[in-house]
């Protein structure tokens, strides 16, 4: 903030079909020799060491000129002077401790002079950070994944600022794909649209399951960046992005080579780390075989030939390679390949798992319900930023001038002084969460701090429920879930992931209270 501030699903999630590179699939010869040289990249991994339950470690963000393998030289603001940051490996029990440097420089009048006292749903000062532990079950409040404070740089050109971070991981935390990203209010789109954003694995116990454990274990941590002359252009204006075509990377690569050999059971554990796109993720010859959706493990594995992956979520998935050749895993569309898989070598048949250590998907009846909706309106306001994004429903932000109607700046747009939501720990609640915007139809909901437990779209009942954190809202559709709150205390956010319209005004508070 600134200084302010199982096949159920399937059937309801959209399938984008696959397409085979070269017209089908080559000789294994030929793949082989297009693998040569160009290892599949995988980010640095940070663990914490034997028998400490501690992993102590630094994040620096600086502006930096990266060669990235397929696009060029790119000048963004980065962790560690890479896209993506390094994979933060923990376990249930430890506590990760995090030095943030600042290196990038003073963000000066320009960046904010937008953001007035009355409307703080500009975009603004876009060397600030803070840390954000997507989907992790923590502490949102003091050093932990408060997103509510700010790392400013340096006042001093060429200085750098220190702060620190400390998540205490629950000892019953779940194991599972998670991620970390920036969270400031007013930064968060065109930091993520720089790729600024890493992998953070709780390991525990799927990764004992004996087929898991024999399966080679792949990060495919896709970034997506608006680069216009080798830079991407901070989000000044609302057209800051129109007409520039996104570059979508894989470990920072685009479209790297990855090899898997027939039989062989691989598992991605794959994160949409973009602010922009949702993608429809497909191989084309191959099957997916879903065994966790947001961190959190399945009852069984799901088989499916494609799935949507919105902003923000997260799935793993085993991969077992099919007849030898060169096919294409897409994203974003199915013309759009982000990274390509070929099978080649000596056959290993390895099986898959038939049973996995899942959360059960059944919560009690609720006691409480609430609706939310998402809703845009286009050209309301003057100046920059001309479109109103708004949750409005129970809890709504009151409006400053109730005679302004649409025009009303604080009306439905988060505002950090008021409580949009106070979930009690414990109370089961429903909330039933619309999409009611014509012209911008990408709007996932993202519930900091806790799961919550989906259990239909747009009024059609699962076959199973399914947990999340992260769910694209259908165009004109709906989502219900249900909620447990648990543990934690304190002011945390929910918001729309398409995060240009959250750093627009499309968040609100949510105070889990006793």
Not at 258 to 267: C, D, F, M, S, W
Not at 350 to 375: C, D, I, V
Request: charged letters at 20%.
């Amino acid at each position: 903030m600134t200084s302010l501030a199982r096949r159920g699903v399937l059937k309801c999630l959209p399938v984008a079909a696959g397409a085979v590179l070269t017209g089908g699939a080559t000789s294994p010869r030929a793949a082989a020799r297009q693998e040569r040289g160009a290892a599949f990249p995988q980010p640095e991994i940070r663990r914490t060491p034997p028998h400490t339950g501690r992993l102590e470690t630094r994040l620096t963000v600086a502006l930096t000129e990266l060669a990235l393998p397929g696009v060029g030289t790119v000048t963004t603001r980065a962790y560690e002077g890479g896209i993506p940051g390094p994979t933060l490996r923990v376990r249930p029990g430890d506590a990760l401790e995090i030095t943030h440097v600042n290196a990038l420089p003073p963000n000066g009048e320009a960046a904010h002079a937008d953001a007035t006292h009355q409307d703080m749903n500009v975009p603004h000062h876009f060397n600030t950070f803070n840390l954000h532990t997507h989907g992790m079950h923590v502490d949102p409040t003091g050093e932990a994944d408060n997103i509510y404070r700010t790392f400013e740089p340096s006042e001093t050109p060429g200085s750098t600022t220190t702060y620190r971070s400390v998540v205490d991981v629950p000892a019953d935390h779940p194991a599972g794909t998670f991620w970390y990203h920036p969270h400031h209010h007013g930064s968060t789109a065109t930091q993520l649209l720089g790729g600024m954003g890493g992998v953070l694995v709780v390991e525990g116990d799927i990764d004992e399951v004996p087929e898991i454990a024999a399966a080679k274990d792949v990060v495919v941590c896709i970034n997506e960046l608006k680069l216009s002359g080798g830079r991407v252009p901070d989000l000044t204006s609302h057209g800051a992005y129109e007409g520039i075509t996104s570059t979508f990377l894989v470990n920072g690569a685009k479209n790297p080579v990855l090899t898997i050999a027939p039989g062989e059971v691989q598992r991605w554990r794959i994160v949409n780390a973009g602010a922009i796109t949702a993608h429809f993720l497909t191989l084309r010859g191959h099957e997916l075989h879903q065994i966790a959706y947001d961190g959190i493990t399945l009852m069984e594995p799901v088989t499916t030939t494609g799935l949507t992956l919105p902003m923000g979520g997260r799935v793993d998935l085993l991969i077992r390679g099919g007849e030898p050749g060169t096919y294409k895993f897409s994203g974003g569309g199915p013309s759009q390949s982000l990274l390509t898989l070929v099978v080649t070598g000596e056959a290993r048949p390895m099986a898959l798992p038939t049973a996995l250590p899942g959360r059960p998907t059944s919560l009690p009846e609720p006691t409480r319900t609430r609706t939310l909706t998402f809703r845009s309106y286009e050209n309301v306001f003057s100046g920059a930023f001309p479109n109103a994004y708004r949750i409005l429903g129970d809890g709504e932000t009151p409006p400053a001038d109730p005679l302004a109607g649409r025009r009303d700046l604080a009306w439905g747009r988060l505002a950090s002084d008021f409580v949009n939501q106070r979930v009690r720990l414990g109370e089961v609640e429903e909330w039933t969460v619309v999409n009611d915007s014509h012209a911008h139809s990408h709007h996932p909901f993202h519930l900091h701090t806790n799961h919550f437990l989906l259990t239909a779209v747009d009024n059609r009942r699962l076959a199973t429920p399914v947990w999340h954190d992260t769910v694209g809202i259908p165009p004109n559709g709906s989502i219900t879930f249900r909620l447990r709150a648990e543990d934690f205390t304190g002011r945390s956010m929910l918001h729309c992931h398409q995060l240009q319209h959250g750093d627009e005004g499309m968040m609100q508070v949510v105070d889990y209270v006793r």
